[in-house]
Structures are given as structure tokens and as C-alpha cells.
């Protein structure tokens, strides 16, 4: 039987045309690989990468895919280092 999936809408914010891609993930997939996936995907360093919701809530990624598809939702934005903290 194949593993239930999660689907996430993640936008790159420190590009003004606001770019996005979504994702679809195993829920138990660790929010760590996810986030690495997408900065890949947007072409930038994961190490230096966040996610946070709409809201600008930071997530912390130590927690599956599925946990934070249950607390935030699908609608997610990146932000590379040089951006975290900025208004």
C-alpha cells in the first residue's frame, strides 16, 4: 500500500515575482529533506534556508512532513539567510 502524501505550495519571498513550486511528500518524511528539497529547487544554500508560514511564523524542521502539513497548512514561503530578520 503506498505511503499517505502531504502536498506543500512553498513560495521563494526574497524573489519579487514571487516564485513557487509544490511539493508532494510521504507525511513522514522529515520537514528537513523537504526544506533542503526546495531551496535545491529555488536554487539556494538550505543550510542558510527557513521555511515559515504566511503568517511569518517560523517552523522548525525537526518534525515530519505530516506534522507540520497538520499545524500550518500547505502554503509555505523560503527565505534565504540574508533575508531572515528583515522587514
Not at 521563494?12 to 511528500?25: A, E, F
Not at 538550505?46 to 512532513?65: F, K, L, M, R, Y
Request: glycine share 6%.
Amino acid at each position: 500500500m503506498a505511503a499517505a502524501k502531504v502536498s506543500f505550495k512553498i513560495t521563494l519571498t526574497s524573489d519579487p515575482k514571487l516564485p513557487y513550486k509544490v511539493i508532494n511528500v510521504p507525511e513522514e518524511a522529515p520537514f528537513t529533506a523537504v526544506l533542503k528539497f526546495a531551496a535545491g529547487e529555488f536554487k539556494v544554500p538550505a543550510e542558510s534556508s527557513a521555511i515559515i508560514t504566511n503568517d511569518g511564523v517560523g517552523i522548525n524542521p525537526a518534525q515530519s512532513a505530516g506534522n507540520v502539513f497538520l499545524k500550518h497548512g500547505s502554503e509555505l514561503r523560503l527565505i534565504p539567510r540574508d533575508r531572515v530578520g528583515c522587514l
